[in-house]
């Protein structure tokens, strides 16, 4: 059933949240705004921590999630009927994952500041730090559900031949797609405004694009 997965869903969406709260510090994009509010570090919330907290209330919010995440996941999907091995596999992908995105997050920071290492394959290099920073994240919100389809696949219709999944081939899915969406995401960093977030971050930060 739907709900037995429910906690791989919020578990994931614990993460991206995550994510996007660290994204809009100071330290790396910089940006006051996120779908036209203010994003956590800049937020004023009715509570008794003075301003000039709130970034690190932001650090602290982020990696507060990434531990409940974790937890949920972990806990959760076992709780629902999952085997500890089918968990712990989802939760070993996830990791990697995360690990990735750090890679691929200070790649795009220092090609920032230092400029590109391969400036005769500028593009390949664009595409590497999209997939290291976007397109492991979407790789993980394909990976994760094979992982469990796959470890209930005995219970599902004979017509669906789930242990045919190739995870290798939802991988390069990822892959793409996270290109493609870096790049309609720098095309609209132009127009910013209109979408919720600062216009013309990327120029701000010297964001290679």
Same mark, same amino acid.
């Given at each position: 059933?739907?709900?037995?997965?429910?906690?791989?869903?919020?578990?994931?969406?614990?993460?991206h949240?995550?994510?996007?709260?660290?994204?809009?510090?100071?330290?790396?994009?910089?940006?006051?705004?996120?779908?036209?509010?203010?994003?956590?570090?800049?937020?004023?919330?009715?509570?008794?921590?003075? @301003?000039?907290?709130?970034?690190?209330? &932001?650090q /602290? !919010?982020?990696?507060?999630?990434?531990?409940? =995440?974790? *937890? %949920?996941?972990?806990?959760?999907?076992?709780?629902?009927?999952?085997?500890?091995?089918?968990?712990?596999?989802?939760?070993?992908?996830?990791?990697?994952?995360?690990?990735?995105?750090?890679?691929?997050?200070?790649?795009?920071?220092?090609?920032?500041?230092?400029?590109?290492?391969?400036?005769?394959?500028?593009?390949?290099?664009?595409?590497?730090?999209?997939?290291?920073?976007?397109?492991?994240?979407? @790789?993980?919100?394909?990976?994760t559900? &094979?992982? /469990? !389809?796959?470890?209930?696949?005995?219970?599902? =219709?004979? *017509? %669906?031949?789930?242990?045919?999944?190739?995870?290798?081939?939802?991988?390069?899915?990822?892959?793409?797609?996270?290109?493609?969406?870096?790049?309609?995401?720098?095309?609209?960093?132009?127009?910013?405004?209109?979408?919720?977030?600062?216009?013309?971050?990327?120029?701000?930060?010297?964001?290679?694009?």
């Amino acid at each position: 059933e739907l709900k037995n997965v429910l906690p791989l869903a919020c578990g994931m969406e614990y993460l991206h949240t995550s994510s996007l709260i660290l994204d809009d510090l100071p330290a790396q994009d910089n940006s006051d705004l996120r779908r036209g509010r203010p994003t956590l570090h800049k937020a004023v919330i009715d509570d008794d921590i003075p @301003e000039n907290l709130c970034e690190g209330r &932001a650090q /602290l !919010a982020a990696v507060d999630l990434i531990a409940i =995440s974790m *937890s %949920v996941i972990n806990h959760d999907l076992v709780k629902n009927g999952f085997s500890p091995e089918c968990v712990n596999q989802v939760v070993t992908e996830i990791s990697l994952s995360m690990h990735d995105l750090c890679i691929g997050q200070m790649m795009d920071l220092r090609a920032a500041h230092m400029g590109m290492e391969r400036k005769n394959e500028l593009l390949d290099e664009l595409d590497h730090i999209a997939w290291f920073k976007t397109g492991k994240a979407i @790789e993980i919100v394909l990976i994760t559900p &094979a992982i /469990l !389809a796959m470890s209930f696949s005995s219970s599902l =219709s004979s *017509s %669906v031949n789930v242990q045919s999944i190739n995870l290798n081939s939802i991988r390069e899915l990822g892959r793409l797609m996270g290109i493609l969406f870096q790049m309609r995401d720098d095309l609209l960093d132009v127009e910013g405004e209109n979408i919720g977030k600062p216009a013309a971050l990327d120029v701000k930060n010297n964001t290679v694009t």
